[in-house]
């Protein structure tokens, strides 16, 4: 590898815990736009080093085409767009845009199936043997960087820059790096690259807003920008904040574990207590039934004996009439016989 | 205990057969095109806007709409409710197929749909909500396949296949309530990972509970809805037991959807409060976001506590309406409206009619097959084989 | 049974639809927050005076007035009126500066502008503005005339319609010298000392200098801050000049804000070219050095400085001297005091990003097209380590008293040509210098290496400042041939930037940046229109060539 040079020596400081701050030997790029000079000659080597992208329609050298803003797409993994920015009059300013490969990136935490891994050595890759086709990752990325085959039926891939991962692994340095002829772009490992930006800041001060984008963005990215115009002028988003994707989602994706313990205990026990208390209403209910019923029927034995013993003594009485009467008839009649 | 009174003749060229068979013979024509030309072919998607109607309808609002299922379980057998006990199995039939659809989309949706199961054999990706949401959608799939499993048996006939999945009814339950908890809520969690792309007045770390709590209001008022279709399409098939509780089931649901829904308007409220986004309401973004609060959340709340009060059915019934509309006016707001809000026009997203078209599709065939098993299988009614079962 | 359904959905529509009506009320009520405004542009207008200083936005119950002055001037001189219709003049003759009113100092409030903190409940104050200002409107709207605004949300103004476009004004030598023509060349008509014993202001020949050195930003016990003396003086002079000034049409004096504070009409000033210099008693030639009492301790030469040549170049006496005339040292000594606010000598000549210093006023100069070429390459944030003994030539601090009286003015350091000087002939430099070390895809690049040298050699011996700075012996190849020994034969390129990669650790392009960011960058500092594509240095191979030469790379 001929891109590093000697290796500067910073000593580690151990991070805390649950935290990552990157592959400590990762590679990035460096792109210094003051240097840019929009002659495309990165776009022309990323297609030629890169078999499965096409020559695109209209040559590098046609003028015309940076008349409009573009962005990347399924056959373009970088582009080089100009921008004329009103504190730089004398000159349009260039800026290449591709996949920043950051250091905790979005559209790996957001793909469902591994698709994405981030090398050691700073590249973010993208597998397509197991890739689903669900394109959570392009919706995720805050860059808006990953393209999607839309027009493949059967094959359709997510397209977006792989930091020449292959190339990388071989020693050689990424395509639009090796074919940049102001060096614009600048290979090394990540720290690295962070000295030389603050180094060509201090150097002067008057060239360059004291900024580096990609140092802290989105948890840090190892393509890393400095620039003579304001960023968001470049079309660089500068409302991302520091947080890296992965810890945006991690607070709900760690209530699953506490909700799958809770939530059937918690149903369990509501369940026990409603069919509990259903069963103690059911039994006082019942229980309050058979009193009522027991009540009533010893009211309607006890209302059936006095009526019994009242029609016993009523009959006898009637009895005892019938005969007195009987005897006062019979008397009655033989004391008219006997006169 | 009960029959159903005598069955109305369905011809085969009724006028739901002609439109649903249109519908149903142009999805066919628009699904060819779709796996012979790509999603290039029939839809609007680009690089800037990949989720469209099919998630943000299919999926987002499928998801939330089915969620009778759930609701109408917790009630009747967790909480012990057994009054609305007839509400059940139309309700765990509109879940289930509800489920199927959303699933059916999705096959549409990505990009290689026979490698849906790579998540969960091959190669897992657990960093990402999606794959929570994959799985727990799948699992409980299965879990509304195996409650409806026992109306299928019934017309079939199967005793003791039958007796063993009701007795799982319990667990089987208490599975799927924790199984939506945690799908319903992912769905809104799935927008956590872009605070830069969704406008302030709908992201906030809030989103899973948004949609949690709005899937409930969501199921309860799609019960009421759908027995308000169901009474006009089959009201034949329907039983004594099931007209009888008719009534009691809307005051029900929709007394318990009012306090939903008050409950959803007032994090809502505490939402943009405490990430100080007032000011914003002010623009036509916090138009349409009050249009959705006041209108559909905030009114149809109103509407259920008149309705049951005044002991007023139809009103209920129309409030039901209203949170269905305000439920898929929010998904469709947080995943196409408001979503990317910050690109110029010209770079926005709008449907393609295909898409639309299946969609449409889609959901017809969900509805012909909600037919098919409502004339046949014992949902309206108990079937008098197996009374003793509930 | 059909009835009360039929009713109770009667019911049911007509709630919904009421409430569906009152969503819709109130949803248009917040509609009024979101349409676009329809509101006019504002206007930019530079003589706009704001009433409310001071009060917080929080305590205001109505929006700030922005008051035009110049509207009210035009129309005070169309009724003939003076300025006296709203200032009222002070005992002495002096205008006031504030309405209707003499100044507020003393008063509780009064600040610096002499415009006091309007506080809510302040009565007498609002009573004032407002009858007056409302009453003169009343009175002209009486006549029939357009008059003013009479409405309280007509000059209390939500969305204002102005924007204050006012340009700080200040004088440079054109102006003063135009000043002082009209004055006689009397500088008593404008400078003054105050004098504490006699407590009055007093004029003291040998001791003018810069308003700004005695009135500050804010007033001070019995010291106007500098906007109140500026306009007292300014204007009380121009409304009427003293007797003894000559001035010509009353046109020459504005009295209109916009005269002075408008950048168009700034640009519009009259400006005298070279005007003669402004009479001070300042030297010709001088050597600077540390203060006096710092003179033992600083063991570095003595700076020959010509203060007429930098008269020349500068607009005004203040870019240097901010504000005192003194010598520099009198403040900046070199441990810096508090009235230099810590600043110390070394810092006040060297420091980069500022006029005031004599180096950074330097590298303003090295920004122009001529000179940028070479020196927007070079490091900003550093002093090059050689050439303090360009400045620091004069003679030892312990030998000043001695020598000075030697040294009359720049010529007497001056040794040898003013021009740049060659280790070697000009003929010696090659006329083209083919760079073929990285020819892939191109031809190799013949630079006109002699024509480069040619041009700056002809640029740097135009200025005689640049020649100065310049006269080391090839200091002009340095500008490409950096860091390294110079002279006939300098190392090549690539004898340091290496063919395949830049150097991270020392912090060095490799070749092929080397080549196109010293090339490149020195034709887009110095502007240069050619060439204007890749092959305007190097033609491009055909295919053949580049596959018979072994391929790209």
């Not at chain 1, 792109?31 to 020559?55: F, S, Y």
């Not at chain 2, 379980?73 to 509400?87: D, L, N, S, T």
Request: charged share 25%.
């Amino acid at each position: 590898m001929t891109a590093a040079g000697a290796a500067m020596a910073v000593p580690k400081v151990a991070g805390a815990y649950g935290e990552f701050s990157g592959h400590p030997d990762a590679y990035g790029v460096l792109h210094d736009i003051t240097l840019c000079i929009g002659c495309r000659l990165c776009e022309k080597a990323c297609v030629e080093v890169n078999d499965d992208l096409p020559m695109p329609e209209k040559p590098f050298d046609d003028e015309s085409v940076l008349e409009k803003r573009r962005r990347t797409d399924d056959k373009t993994y970088t582009v080089v767009n100009r921008y004329d920015v009103e504190s730089h009059q004398n000159s349009p300013v260039f800026r290449k845009f591709q996949c920043n490969h950051c250091m905790e990136p979005a559209c790996m935490s957001s793909c469902f199936v591994d698709a994405y891994s981030k090398t050691p050595e700073g590249a973010v890759v993208y597998d397509a043997s197991v890739c689903v086709g669900c394109r959570y990752c392009i919706v995720a990325c805050p860059f808006d960087v990953p393209t999607y085959e839309y027009n493949d039926p059967l094959e359709p891939k997510v397209m977006k820059c792989t930091l020449c991962h292959p190339r990388l692994l071989e020693g050689k340095l990424p395509g639009c790096v090796e074919a940049c002829p102001q060096e614009s772009l600048l290979f090394g490992r990540r720290e690295d690259l962070i000295a030389v930006a603050r180094e060509r800041i201090r150097k002067h001060p008057d060239r360059y807003i004291d900024h580096i984008y990609g140092e802290h963005e989105m948890g840090g990215t190892n393509w890393l920008y400095i620039s003579g115009a304001p960023f968001e002028e470049l079309g660089f988003r500068t409302d991302l904040g520091t947080a890296p994707a992965p810890k945006l989602t991690s607070g709900a994706l760690s209530a699953v574990p506490i909700i799958v313990g809770v939530w059937p205990a918690l149903l369990g026990g509501i369940y026990v207590m409603t069919r509990t208390k259903e069963k103690t209403t059911t039994r006082e209910k019942d229980s309050a039934v058979r009193e009522a019923i027991e009540t009533t029927q010893a009211a309607a034995d006890e209302a059936r004996k006095k009526a019994a013993e009242k029609g016993k003594a009523d009959k006898e009485k009637a009895v005892e009439l019938a005969v007195k009467k009987a005897l006062e008839k019979t008397a009655k009649e033989s004391a008219e016989e006997g006169s | 205990m009960s029959e159903p009174g005598t069955s109305v003749e369905r011809p085969l060229l009724s006028p739901f057969n002609i439109i649903a068979g249109t519908i149903i013979l142009v999805g066919l024509w628009l699904s060819y095109l779709r796996f012979t030309g790509g999603l290039g072919a029939v839809t609007n998607l680009d690089n800037n806007n990949a989720w469209g109607f099919w998630i943000g309808f299919d999926l987002l609002c499928g998801v939330a709409l089915a969620a009778g299922g759930y609701t109408t379980a917790a009630a009747v057998e967790v909480f012990g409710m057994k009054k609305f006990h007839a509400a059940l199995r139309p309700a765990l039939l509109t879940g289930f197929l509800g489920y199927s659809m959303v699933v059916v989309a999705l096959l549409y949706d990505v990009g290689r749909p026979w490698r849906l199961p790579y998540p969960f054999v091959l190669s897992p990706g657990p960093t990402s909500v999606l794959f929570e949401v994959g799985a727990c959608v799948m699992l409980y799939l299965i879990v509304l396949f195996l409650e409806f499993s026992p109306m299928a048996l019934e017309w079939l006939g199967e005793r003791k296949l039958r007796r063993v999945l009701v007795r799982m009814t319990l667990l089987l339950t208490i599975f799927g309530i924790t199984l939506s908890t945690l799908h319903q809520s992912s769905l809104g969690a799935l927008f956590l990972i872009v605070p830069s792309k969704l406008h302030p007045l709908w992201y906030s770390s809030y989103l899973p509970v948004f949609f949690f709590v709005s899937s409930v209001a969501a199921g309860l008022s799609m019960v009421i809805f759908e027995g308000t279709l169901a009474r006009r399409g089959f009201a034949d098939k329907m039983d004594e037991e099931h007209k009888r509780t008719a009534d009691a089931v809307v005051l029900g649901f929709g007394k318990a959807a009012a306090f939903v829904l008050a409950a959803y308007f007032a994090i809502k409220v505490f939402g943009v409060a405490l990430d100080d986004n007032w000011r914003l309401l002010a623009t036509n973004y916090g138009l349409w976001f009050l249009l959705e609060m006041l209108g559909f959340v905030l009114l149809p709340c109103f509407l259920f506590l008149v309705g049951v009060r005044d002991l007023n059915p139809t009103l209920i019934r129309w409030a039901a309406f209203l949170t269905v509309l305000g439920i898929v006016l929010n998904r469709l707001s947080i995943c196409l409206i408001a979503f990317n809000w910050q690109l110029p026009q010209a770079d926005r997203y709008f449907p393609h009619w295909m898409e639309i078209g299946i969609s449409v599709f889609v959901v017809t065939v969900g509805v012909t097959a909600y037919r098919f098993i409502v004339t046949r299988m014992p949902v309206f009614y108990e079937h008098p084989d197996f009374s003793e079962g509930h | 049974m059909r009835k009360a359904e039929a009713r109770s959905t009667m019911q049911a529509g007509h709630w919904t639809s009421i409430a569906l009506l009152g969503t819709l009320l109130i949803c248009s009520f917040f509609m009024g927050g979101c349409t676009p405004d329809a509101a006019a542009e504002q206007t930019g207008r530079a003589d706009l005076v704001a009433f409310v200083d001071g009060v917080s936005l929080d305590h205001q119950e109505r929006p700030s007035v922005q008051f035009p002055h110049d509207l009210h001037t035009e129309v005070m001189k169309e009724r003939k009126e003076d300025c006296s219709l709203c200032h009222p003049a002070h005992p002495d003759g002096r205008l006031s500066f504030s309405y209707q009113r003499l100044d507020d100092r003393g008063k509780e409030g009064g600040d610096s502008t002499n415009v006091r903190v309007v506080n809510i409940g302040d009565d007498e104050i609002i009573d004032l503005y407002h009858d007056n200002c409302i009453g003169c409107h009343q009175e002209t709207a009486d006549t029939g005339a357009a008059a003013g605004p009479l409405a309280c949300g007509d000059c209390h103004r939500r969305r204002p319609p102005y924007l204050s476009s006012r340009e700080p004004f200040g004088f440079d030598k054109s102006l003063h010298y135009r000043h002082v023509k009209a004055a006689g060349e009397k500088c008593e008509a404008c400078h003054h000392e105050y004098d504490e014993a006699k407590k009055e202001l007093v004029y003291e020949k040998g001791k003018e200098s810069s308003c700004r050195d005695c009135h500050r930003e804010e007033t001070e016990e019995n010291r106007s801050a500098f906007k109140l003396a500026a306009h007292e003086a300014c204007i009380g002079c121009h409304r009427e000049p003293a007797p003894e000034i000559k001035t010509e049409a009353d046109s020459v004096r504005p009295q209109l804000c916009v005269k002075c504070h408008d950048l168009q009409q700034q640009l519009a000033i009259e400006t005298i070219e070279d005007p003669p210099r402004l009479k001070r008693g300042q030297g010709d030639f001088m050597l600077l050095s540390a203060s006096k009492a710092d003179l033992e301790s600083s063991k570095l030469r003595t700076v020959p400085f010509s203060h007429v040549d930098h008269e020349r170049v500068t607009t005004s006496c203040r870019v240097c001297h901010h504000d005192t005339l003194e010598s520099c040292s009198e403040c900046h000594t070199l441990q810096g005091t508090e009235k230099s606010e810590g600043v110390n000598l070394f810092r006040a000549m060297h420091a980069k990003m500022t006029d005031h210093s004599c180096v950074g006023c330097h590298d303003t100069e090295k920004t122009a097209p001529e000179c940028a070429g070479c020196h927007d390459q070079l490091e900003q944030a550093r002093l090059p380590e050689e050439g303090c003994e360009l400045c620091h030539a004069g003679p030892l601090p312990e030998l000043l008293e001695r020598e000075r009286s030697r040294y009359r003015s720049l010529d007497d350091f001056r040794a040898g040509p003013s021009e740049v000087a060659l280790s070697f002939a000009l003929d010696d430099v090659p006329e083209t210098v083919e760079i073929g070390a990285l020819s892939n895809e191109y031809e190799p690049a013949k630079m006109p290496h002699r024509k480069i040298v040619e041009k700056l050699t002809q640029y740097i011996n135009e200025n005689s400042t640049a020649a100065y700075f310049h006269g080391h012996e090839d200091v002009v190849c340095q500008g490409c041939h950096h860091q390294s020994p110079v002279g006939e034969k300098p190392p090549l390129c690539k004898s340091c930037h290496g063919a395949d990669s830049p150097d991270l650790e020392l912090m060095k392009p490799g070749l092929r940046g080397a080549y196109h960011r010293q090339c490149l960058g020195c034709h887009q500092s110095m502007d240069l229109q050619k060439p204007k594509d890749c092959s305007g240095c190097h033609a491009e191979k055909e295919e053949a060539q580049i596959a018979a030469s072994g391929g790209i790379r």
